[in-house]
Protein backbone atom coordinates (compact mmCIF):
# COMPACT_ATOMS: atom_id res chain seq x y z
CA UNK A 1 0.00 0.00 0.00
CA UNK A 2 1.47 3.47 -0.88
CA UNK A 3 2.30 5.33 2.31
CA UNK A 4 1.37 9.37 1.26
CA UNK A 5 -2.14 7.96 -0.44
CA UNK A 6 -3.19 5.51 1.47
CA UNK A 7 -3.98 3.49 -1.77
CA UNK A 8 -2.40 1.00 -3.52
CA UNK A 9 1.26 0.96 -4.74
CA UNK A 10 2.15 0.50 -8.03
CA UNK A 11 3.86 -2.79 -7.61
CA UNK A 12 0.81 -3.81 -6.42
CA UNK A 13 -1.05 -3.21 -9.30
CA UNK A 14 1.46 -4.61 -11.69
CA UNK A 15 0.99 -7.72 -9.88
CA UNK A 16 -2.73 -7.80 -10.31
CA UNK A 17 -2.74 -7.15 -14.05
CA UNK A 18 0.14 -10.18 -14.57
CA UNK A 19 -2.50 -12.72 -13.07
CA UNK A 20 -4.83 -11.32 -15.21
CA UNK A 21 -3.58 -12.05 -18.18
CA UNK A 22 -2.02 -15.48 -17.05
CA UNK A 23 -5.27 -16.27 -15.73
CA UNK A 24 -6.96 -15.68 -19.26
CA UNK A 25 -4.33 -17.75 -21.14
CA UNK A 26 -5.35 -20.18 -19.13
CA UNK A 27 -9.21 -20.64 -19.74
CA UNK A 28 -8.46 -20.13 -23.28
CA UNK A 29 -6.28 -22.91 -23.63
CA UNK A 30 -8.04 -25.16 -21.73
CA UNK A 31 -11.04 -24.39 -23.63
CA UNK A 32 -9.24 -25.29 -26.93
CA UNK A 33 -8.35 -28.26 -25.41
CA UNK A 34 -11.83 -29.02 -24.34
CA UNK A 35 -13.33 -28.15 -27.96
CA UNK A 36 -10.58 -30.55 -29.72
CA UNK A 37 -11.66 -33.26 -27.36
CA UNK A 38 -14.95 -33.07 -28.16
CA UNK A 39 -14.15 -33.36 -32.20
CA UNK A 40 -12.41 -36.22 -31.56
CA UNK A 41 -14.98 -37.79 -29.93
CA UNK A 42 -17.94 -36.89 -32.16
CA UNK A 43 -15.39 -38.00 -35.27
CA UNK A 44 -14.57 -41.32 -33.93
CA UNK A 45 -17.87 -41.91 -33.48
CA UNK A 46 -19.09 -41.21 -36.93
CA UNK A 47 -16.24 -43.58 -37.52
CA UNK A 48 -17.31 -46.77 -35.85
CA UNK A 49 -20.71 -45.87 -36.82
CA UNK A 50 -21.95 -49.04 -40.07
CA UNK A 51 -22.79 -47.83 -43.28
CA UNK A 52 -25.78 -48.90 -44.53
CA UNK A 53 -26.75 -47.42 -48.05
CA UNK A 54 -30.21 -47.85 -48.74
CA UNK A 55 -31.33 -48.68 -52.83
CA UNK A 56 -34.10 -48.45 -54.64
CA UNK A 57 -34.89 -51.42 -57.42
CA UNK A 58 -37.01 -48.72 -59.71
CA UNK A 59 -33.26 -46.45 -59.42
CA UNK A 60 -30.90 -49.42 -60.01
CA UNK A 61 -33.30 -50.02 -63.14
CA UNK A 62 -32.39 -46.66 -64.44
CA UNK A 63 -29.44 -46.30 -63.64
CA UNK A 64 -28.51 -48.92 -65.54
CA UNK A 65 -30.65 -48.17 -68.47
CA UNK A 66 -28.52 -44.65 -68.52
CA UNK A 67 -25.70 -46.66 -69.01
CA UNK A 68 -26.73 -48.73 -71.77
CA UNK A 69 -27.79 -45.77 -73.45
CA UNK A 70 -24.19 -44.50 -73.54
CA UNK A 71 -22.40 -47.35 -74.59
CA UNK A 72 -25.10 -47.89 -77.15
CA UNK A 73 -24.87 -43.99 -78.37
CA UNK A 74 -20.81 -44.06 -77.91
CA UNK A 75 -20.29 -47.18 -80.17
CA UNK A 76 -22.80 -46.29 -82.81
CA UNK A 77 -21.03 -42.96 -83.07
CA UNK A 78 -17.56 -44.85 -82.85
CA UNK A 79 -18.24 -47.02 -85.79
CA UNK A 80 -20.05 -44.30 -88.29
CA UNK A 81 -16.90 -42.47 -87.49
CA UNK A 82 -14.85 -45.26 -88.57
CA UNK A 83 -16.95 -45.89 -91.61
CA UNK A 84 -16.26 -42.20 -92.75
CA UNK A 85 -12.87 -42.62 -92.04
CA UNK A 86 -12.62 -45.38 -94.63
CA UNK A 87 -14.64 -44.01 -97.10
CA UNK A 88 -12.46 -40.46 -97.24
CA UNK A 89 -8.82 -42.80 -96.73
CA UNK A 90 -10.61 -44.64 -100.34
CA UNK A 91 -11.40 -41.47 -102.06
CA UNK A 92 -7.88 -39.72 -100.96
CA UNK A 93 -5.88 -42.93 -102.36
CA UNK A 94 -8.06 -42.65 -105.50
CA UNK A 95 -7.26 -39.35 -105.89
CA UNK A 96 -3.47 -39.94 -105.19
CA UNK A 97 -3.70 -42.53 -108.12
CA UNK A 98 -5.33 -40.17 -110.64
CA UNK A 99 -2.72 -37.45 -109.38
CA UNK A 100 0.42 -40.27 -109.73
CA UNK A 101 -0.83 -40.54 -113.75
CA UNK A 102 -0.69 -37.19 -114.43
CA UNK A 103 2.44 -36.82 -112.64
CA UNK A 104 3.98 -39.40 -115.04
CA UNK A 105 2.23 -37.94 -118.05
CA UNK A 106 4.03 -34.57 -116.91
CA UNK A 107 7.15 -36.52 -116.93
CA UNK A 108 7.46 -37.82 -119.79
CA UNK A 109 6.47 -34.65 -121.80
CA UNK A 110 9.07 -32.32 -119.52
CA UNK A 111 11.55 -35.47 -120.68
CA UNK A 112 10.48 -35.14 -123.97
CA UNK A 113 10.97 -31.13 -124.19
CA UNK A 114 13.89 -31.65 -122.11
CA UNK A 115 15.40 -34.26 -124.67
CA UNK A 116 14.27 -31.64 -127.59
CA UNK A 117 16.29 -28.78 -126.13
CA UNK A 118 19.70 -30.87 -125.34
CA UNK A 119 19.54 -31.08 -129.10
CA UNK A 120 21.24 -28.09 -129.46
CA UNK A 121 19.07 -25.05 -128.04
CA UNK A 122 20.34 -22.67 -125.03
CA UNK A 123 18.27 -23.06 -121.87
CA UNK A 124 16.95 -19.55 -120.79
CA UNK A 125 16.42 -19.10 -117.05
CA UNK A 126 12.57 -20.29 -116.79
CA UNK A 127 13.73 -23.45 -118.12
CA UNK A 128 16.74 -24.02 -116.20
CA UNK A 129 14.10 -24.13 -113.09
CA UNK A 130 11.77 -26.55 -114.99
CA UNK A 131 14.63 -28.91 -115.09
CA UNK A 132 15.75 -28.45 -111.56
CA UNK A 133 11.97 -29.00 -110.19
CA UNK A 134 11.92 -32.12 -112.57
CA UNK A 135 14.93 -33.53 -111.09
CA UNK A 136 14.42 -33.04 -107.89
CA UNK A 137 10.75 -35.39 -108.34
CA UNK A 138 13.18 -37.82 -110.44
CA UNK A 139 13.19 -40.21 -107.85
CA UNK A 140 9.42 -39.86 -107.56
CA UNK A 141 8.83 -40.06 -110.89
CA UNK A 142 11.20 -43.47 -111.04
CA UNK A 143 8.90 -44.87 -108.83
CA UNK A 144 5.49 -44.22 -110.49
CA UNK A 145 7.40 -45.13 -113.48
CA UNK A 146 8.29 -48.88 -111.62
CA UNK A 147 4.65 -49.18 -110.80
CA UNK A 148 3.30 -48.59 -114.24
CA UNK A 149 5.98 -51.44 -115.67
CA UNK A 150 5.00 -53.11 -112.77
CA UNK A 151 1.44 -53.28 -113.53
CA UNK A 152 1.58 -53.11 -117.71
CA UNK A 153 4.06 -56.50 -117.01
CA UNK A 154 0.83 -57.93 -114.80
CA UNK A 155 -1.54 -57.23 -117.04
CA UNK A 156 0.29 -58.52 -120.33
CA UNK A 157 0.91 -61.82 -117.94
CA UNK A 158 -2.22 -62.77 -117.53
CA UNK A 159 -3.56 -62.10 -121.11
CA UNK A 160 -0.38 -64.42 -122.57
CA UNK A 161 -1.83 -66.82 -119.55
CA UNK A 162 -5.03 -66.63 -121.42
CA UNK A 163 -3.84 -66.84 -125.01
CA UNK A 164 -2.29 -70.01 -123.78
CA UNK A 165 -5.03 -71.75 -122.59
CA UNK A 166 -6.18 -71.16 -126.23
CA UNK A 167 -3.86 -72.32 -128.27
CA UNK A 168 -4.79 -75.80 -127.48
CA UNK A 169 -8.30 -75.11 -128.53
CA UNK A 170 -7.21 -73.49 -132.28
CA UNK A 171 -4.66 -76.14 -132.60
CA UNK A 172 -7.64 -78.53 -132.29
CA UNK A 173 -9.98 -77.23 -134.49
CA UNK A 174 -6.86 -76.59 -137.29
CA UNK A 175 -6.12 -80.19 -136.79
CA UNK A 176 -10.18 -80.84 -137.61
CA UNK A 177 -10.45 -78.89 -140.04
CA UNK A 178 -7.31 -79.77 -142.12
CA UNK A 179 -8.67 -83.73 -141.58
CA UNK A 180 -12.45 -82.79 -142.60
CA UNK A 181 -10.64 -80.83 -145.92
CA UNK A 182 -8.60 -84.11 -146.51
CA UNK A 183 -11.86 -86.22 -146.46
CA UNK A 184 -14.31 -83.95 -148.07
CA UNK A 185 -12.58 -81.64 -150.21
CA UNK A 186 -13.91 -83.20 -153.90
CA UNK A 187 -17.28 -82.18 -152.85
CA UNK A 188 -16.47 -78.78 -153.29
CA UNK A 189 -13.67 -78.67 -156.03
CA UNK A 190 -15.76 -81.58 -158.30
CA UNK A 191 -19.22 -79.11 -158.74
CA UNK A 192 -16.43 -76.45 -159.91
CA UNK A 193 -14.48 -78.78 -162.46
CA UNK A 194 -18.23 -79.87 -163.80
CA UNK A 195 -18.46 -76.42 -165.55
CA UNK A 196 -14.93 -76.22 -165.88
CA UNK A 197 -13.46 -77.95 -170.04
CA UNK A 198 -11.52 -81.13 -168.37
CA UNK A 199 -10.38 -81.61 -171.78
CA UNK A 200 -7.30 -79.67 -173.71
CA UNK A 201 -8.85 -79.24 -177.32
CA UNK A 202 -10.50 -75.97 -177.55
CA UNK A 203 -14.90 -76.46 -177.60
CA UNK A 204 -14.61 -75.09 -181.42
CA UNK A 205 -12.04 -77.62 -182.87
CA UNK A 206 -14.39 -80.88 -181.27
CA UNK A 207 -17.67 -79.01 -182.46
CA UNK A 208 -16.98 -78.78 -186.23
CA UNK A 209 -16.70 -82.37 -186.35
CA UNK A 210 -19.75 -83.64 -188.98
CA UNK A 211 -21.60 -86.59 -187.51
CA UNK A 212 -22.48 -87.86 -191.29
CA UNK A 213 -19.23 -88.33 -192.33
CA UNK A 214 -17.30 -91.23 -192.00
CA UNK A 215 -14.00 -89.87 -191.23
CA UNK A 216 -10.30 -91.61 -191.16
CA UNK A 217 -8.43 -90.93 -187.95
CA UNK A 218 -5.27 -91.57 -186.38
CA UNK A 219 -4.95 -94.59 -184.84
CA UNK A 220 -4.81 -93.36 -181.31
CA UNK A 221 -7.82 -94.82 -179.85
CA UNK A 222 -9.80 -91.48 -178.13
CA UNK A 223 -13.48 -90.65 -176.66
CA UNK A 224 -15.10 -86.89 -177.61
CA UNK A 225 -17.86 -85.02 -176.17
CA UNK A 226 -18.19 -81.76 -178.05
CA UNK A 227 -20.84 -80.73 -175.49
CA UNK A 228 -18.36 -81.07 -172.30
CA UNK A 229 -14.87 -80.53 -174.19
CA UNK A 230 -13.51 -83.59 -173.85
CA UNK A 231 -11.15 -85.49 -175.95
CA UNK A 232 -9.48 -87.91 -173.75
CA UNK A 233 -7.60 -91.32 -174.58
CA UNK A 234 -9.22 -94.54 -173.89
CA UNK A 235 -7.49 -97.83 -173.04
CA UNK A 236 -9.07 -100.80 -174.52
CA UNK A 237 -8.80 -104.55 -174.46
CA UNK A 238 -7.60 -104.05 -170.54
CA UNK A 239 -8.43 -106.82 -167.76
CA UNK A 240 -10.57 -106.15 -164.57
CA UNK A 241 -7.88 -105.83 -162.79
CA UNK A 242 -5.97 -103.02 -164.73
CA UNK A 243 -9.61 -100.41 -164.75
CA UNK A 244 -8.51 -98.58 -161.89
CA UNK A 245 -5.00 -97.95 -162.92
CA UNK A 246 -6.33 -97.13 -166.59
CA UNK A 247 -8.31 -94.37 -165.02
CA UNK A 248 -5.43 -92.70 -163.85
CA UNK A 249 -4.33 -92.04 -167.67
CA UNK A 250 -7.53 -91.37 -169.01
CA UNK A 251 -10.96 -93.50 -169.89
CA UNK A 252 -11.49 -97.40 -169.55
CA UNK A 253 -12.89 -99.86 -171.16
CA UNK A 254 -15.09 -102.38 -168.91
CA UNK A 255 -15.78 -105.30 -170.32
CA UNK A 256 -17.75 -107.86 -168.85
CA UNK A 257 -20.23 -110.87 -169.81
CA UNK A 258 -22.88 -109.43 -172.04
CA UNK A 259 -21.58 -106.06 -172.16
CA UNK A 260 -18.11 -106.45 -173.76
CA UNK A 261 -18.29 -104.81 -177.10
CA UNK A 262 -15.77 -102.78 -179.10
CA UNK A 263 -16.65 -99.85 -180.98
CA UNK A 264 -18.75 -100.71 -184.01
CA UNK A 265 -19.82 -104.37 -183.03
CA UNK A 266 -23.24 -105.58 -181.63
CA UNK A 267 -24.01 -104.95 -178.43
CA UNK A 268 -22.80 -102.92 -175.38
CA UNK A 269 -19.78 -100.84 -175.26
CA UNK A 270 -18.84 -99.93 -172.16
CA UNK A 271 -16.22 -96.93 -171.00
CA UNK A 272 -15.99 -95.83 -167.48
CA UNK A 273 -14.06 -92.86 -166.11
CA UNK A 274 -14.04 -90.76 -162.77
CA UNK A 275 -16.00 -87.99 -161.75
CA UNK A 276 -13.84 -86.49 -158.50
CA UNK A 277 -10.87 -86.46 -156.75
CA UNK A 278 -9.07 -84.83 -153.71
CA UNK A 279 -7.61 -81.65 -154.76
CA UNK A 280 -3.93 -83.03 -153.93
CA UNK A 281 -4.13 -85.85 -156.54
CA UNK A 282 -1.97 -86.11 -159.19
CA UNK A 283 -4.11 -87.90 -161.61
CA UNK A 284 -4.86 -84.98 -164.26
CA UNK A 285 -8.04 -87.47 -165.06
CA UNK A 286 -9.61 -87.41 -161.94
CA UNK A 287 -12.70 -84.57 -163.03
CA UNK A 288 -12.65 -86.11 -166.53
CA UNK A 289 -16.47 -87.26 -166.16
CA UNK A 290 -17.74 -84.76 -163.53
CA UNK A 291 -20.03 -82.48 -166.19
CA UNK A 292 -21.43 -86.19 -167.30
CA UNK A 293 -24.87 -85.33 -165.80
CA UNK A 294 -25.27 -82.21 -168.42
CA UNK A 295 -25.29 -84.70 -171.30
CA UNK A 296 -29.21 -84.85 -172.42
CA UNK A 297 -31.16 -86.84 -175.34
CA UNK A 298 -29.54 -86.14 -178.53
CA UNK A 299 -26.03 -85.07 -177.92
CA UNK A 300 -23.41 -86.32 -179.60
CA UNK A 301 -20.43 -88.48 -178.82
CA UNK A 302 -17.58 -89.96 -180.74
CA UNK A 303 -15.38 -92.59 -180.30
CA UNK A 304 -11.97 -92.91 -182.38
CA UNK A 305 -10.85 -96.91 -182.51
CA UNK A 306 -8.81 -98.22 -185.42
CA UNK A 307 -8.38 -95.67 -187.25
CA UNK A 308 -12.45 -94.82 -187.72
CA UNK A 309 -14.46 -92.31 -185.86
CA UNK A 310 -17.80 -93.88 -184.36
CA UNK A 311 -20.31 -91.29 -183.77
CA UNK A 312 -23.44 -92.22 -180.97
CA UNK A 313 -25.93 -89.97 -179.95
CA UNK A 314 -27.13 -89.94 -176.39
CA UNK A 315 -31.03 -91.82 -175.67
CA UNK A 316 -30.97 -92.15 -172.09
CA UNK A 317 -29.15 -91.73 -168.81
CA UNK A 318 -29.86 -93.64 -165.38
CA UNK A 319 -28.81 -94.10 -161.64
CA UNK A 320 -27.87 -97.23 -160.06
CA UNK A 321 -26.39 -98.73 -157.31
CA UNK A 322 -22.85 -99.70 -157.23
CA UNK A 323 -23.61 -103.31 -157.33
CA UNK A 324 -25.81 -103.20 -160.14
CA UNK A 325 -23.45 -105.21 -162.60
CA UNK A 326 -26.79 -106.00 -164.58
CA UNK A 327 -28.21 -102.73 -165.81
CA UNK A 328 -25.02 -102.87 -168.20
CA UNK A 329 -26.09 -105.91 -169.89
CA UNK A 330 -28.73 -105.59 -172.37
CA UNK A 331 -30.26 -107.15 -175.57
CA UNK A 332 -29.92 -105.38 -177.89
CA UNK A 333 -29.37 -105.24 -182.22
CA UNK A 334 -27.29 -102.70 -182.12
CA UNK A 335 -24.61 -100.96 -181.12
CA UNK A 336 -24.50 -98.70 -178.02
CA UNK A 337 -22.25 -97.06 -176.07
CA UNK A 338 -22.88 -96.77 -172.31
CA UNK A 339 -20.76 -94.19 -170.28
CA UNK A 340 -19.98 -94.88 -166.00
CA UNK A 341 -18.93 -92.59 -163.51
CA UNK A 342 -19.80 -91.91 -160.06
CA UNK A 343 -22.57 -89.88 -158.77
CA UNK A 344 -23.32 -87.65 -156.97
CA UNK A 345 -20.46 -85.50 -157.87
CA UNK A 346 -17.29 -85.49 -155.26
CA UNK A 347 -18.93 -89.16 -153.73
CA UNK A 348 -18.87 -93.15 -154.68
CA UNK A 349 -22.55 -93.27 -153.47
CA UNK A 350 -24.50 -94.34 -156.81
CA UNK A 351 -23.13 -94.88 -160.61
CA UNK A 352 -24.77 -92.41 -163.56
CA UNK A 353 -25.37 -94.29 -166.89
CA UNK A 354 -25.28 -92.29 -169.92
CA UNK A 355 -26.53 -95.09 -172.86
CA UNK A 356 -26.04 -93.75 -176.74
CA UNK A 357 -26.48 -95.63 -180.19
CA UNK A 358 -24.19 -95.67 -182.78
CA UNK A 359 -25.69 -93.37 -185.52
CA UNK A 360 -22.27 -93.36 -187.94
CA UNK A 361 -20.97 -95.62 -189.95
CA UNK A 362 -23.35 -97.82 -190.85
CA UNK A 363 -23.43 -100.87 -188.21
CA UNK A 364 -25.30 -102.85 -191.31
CA UNK A 365 -23.52 -106.39 -191.49
CA UNK A 366 -21.04 -105.78 -188.31
CA UNK A 367 -20.17 -108.54 -186.09
CA UNK A 368 -21.42 -109.57 -182.86
CA UNK A 369 -19.20 -108.99 -179.64
CA UNK A 370 -17.66 -111.55 -178.19
CA UNK A 371 -18.97 -113.70 -175.35
CA UNK A 372 -17.10 -113.42 -171.94
CA UNK A 373 -17.49 -116.30 -169.28
CA UNK A 374 -20.10 -115.34 -166.81
CA UNK A 375 -18.55 -113.33 -163.63
CA UNK A 376 -19.38 -115.97 -160.38
CA UNK A 377 -22.38 -114.83 -158.75
CA UNK A 378 -21.24 -115.75 -155.46
CA UNK A 379 -18.40 -113.19 -155.72
CA UNK A 380 -19.83 -109.50 -154.90
CA UNK A 381 -18.68 -107.61 -158.20
CA UNK A 382 -18.73 -103.47 -157.78
CA UNK A 383 -18.90 -101.11 -161.00
CA UNK A 384 -15.72 -98.64 -160.89
CA UNK A 385 -15.56 -96.21 -158.89
CA UNK A 386 -13.79 -92.64 -157.71
CA UNK A 387 -10.43 -92.64 -156.20
CA UNK A 388 -10.64 -93.50 -152.41
CA UNK A 389 -11.20 -90.71 -150.12
CA UNK A 390 -8.94 -89.84 -147.10
CA UNK A 391 -9.57 -91.99 -145.01
CA UNK A 392 -10.51 -94.70 -147.27
CA UNK A 393 -6.68 -94.92 -148.41
CA UNK A 394 -5.66 -94.86 -144.85
CA UNK A 395 -7.59 -98.36 -144.45
CA UNK A 396 -6.79 -100.04 -147.51
CA UNK A 397 -3.50 -99.44 -146.82
CA UNK A 398 -3.89 -100.61 -143.44
CA UNK A 399 -6.09 -104.07 -144.89
CA UNK A 400 -3.42 -104.47 -147.78
CA UNK A 401 -5.91 -104.49 -150.07
Known amino acids: MDSKTGGQSSSDLQRQAASAIARKKVLAAYAKSAQKAAHEKSASALKNEPVTPKINSESWKKYHSA ?8 YSEYYSNAARNYIAKERLKDAREKAEEEEILNSITKSSAKLNKKSGLSLGT ?54 LFLQYNRLIFAPIMAYVSPGNAPASEIEAIDPTITQTVSAEPRLIIPKLNIDVPVHFGIQLSEIMSAMNNGVAHYRIAGASAYPGEIGNLVITGHSAGDVYSSNPYKYIFSGLERLNDGDLIYVNYNSTRYTYRVIKKQVVEPTNVASLVVDTDKPLLTLVTCTPLGTSRYRLLVTAEQISPSYEGADESENLPTVDQNQEELLPANEPSFFEGIWNWLTGN
Open 126 to 179: TEVNQEWSADQNSDSIRQNLRRHIRKKATDSAKKTRRHRRLIPIIAGVAVVLII
Open 67 to 74: WQDYYQKY
